[in-house]
T-cell receptor, first 113, second 111 residues
């Protein structure tokens, strides 16, 4: 998938625990994104990054934080997981200079019990 | 009201049928329009893209944008069982980094 790896692929966690999802790219792209996908809502943007240490909020950022200390890694953290954060999480990169070139990872299926 | 509306389906058609998938949007600032295909338990993959109004054709697929009506369409000719997937429209504005998605339409093509 165009050099994007998400880990873990599946995770079950308990309510109240912190969880970190990782997105790793091998192509040195500047822009990286975290989306969540839920039935009836489609893909919604959580946070995105436009460079190392440069991040901004999306439409559903409450309860999530992100960090980008290296170009290749974009981490999404659920500070204290809740059942409403049960979802499939997708990381995406945008090719530098392109308005169309978004490539998605294979997703992380997170269940909060 | 959502910025982008898309009928979730499911849409079930026989092999060989012409399929029409559609999205409407409310923000006239959208300029870039995309269609993604997503197979079950996979990430979305870019299928087609267009800038502003007009048509674009790629093999069996045609994308249309009507900015006056704020309406975009994806047509699939001679549909195949391998086209069975969820199709998501997406769009963004010039100068922004945020892609806005429709909810997706699930398509099933039966032999």
């Amino acid at each position: 998938d165009a050099g994007i790896t998400q880990s873990p692929r599946h995770k079950v966690t308990e309510t109240g625990t912190p969880v970190t999802l990782r997105c790793h790219q091998t192509e040195n792209h500047r822009y990286m994104y975290w989306y969540r996908q839920d039935p009836g809502h489609g893909l919604r943007l959580i946070h995105y990054s436009y460079g190392v240490k440069d991040t901004d909020k999306g439409e559903v950022s409450d309860g999530y934080s992100v960090s980008r200390s290296k170009t290749e890694d974009f981490l999404l953290t659920l500070e204290s997981a809740t059942s409403s954060q049960t979802s499939v999480y997708f990381c995406a990169i945008r090719e530098t200079g392109s308005n169309y070139g978004y490539t998605f990872g294979s997703g992380t299926r997170l269940t909060v019990v | 009201q959502k910025e982008v509306e898309q009928d979730p389906g499911p849409l079930s058609v026989p092999e060989g049928a012409i399929v029409s998938l559609n999205c409407t949007y409310s923000n006239s600032a959208f300029q870039y329009f995309m269609w993604y295909r997503q197979y079950s338990r996979k990430g979305p993959e870019l299928l087609m893209y267009t800038y502003s109004s007009g048509n674009k054709e790629d093999g069996r697929f045609t994308a249309q944008v009507d900015k006056s009506s704020k309406y975009i369409s994806l047509f699939i000719r001679d549909s195949q069982p391998s086209d069975s997937a969820t199709y998501l429209c997406a769009m963004n504005k010039i100068g922004t980094d945020k892609l806005i998605f429709g909810t997706g339409t699930r398509l099933q093509v039966f032999p």
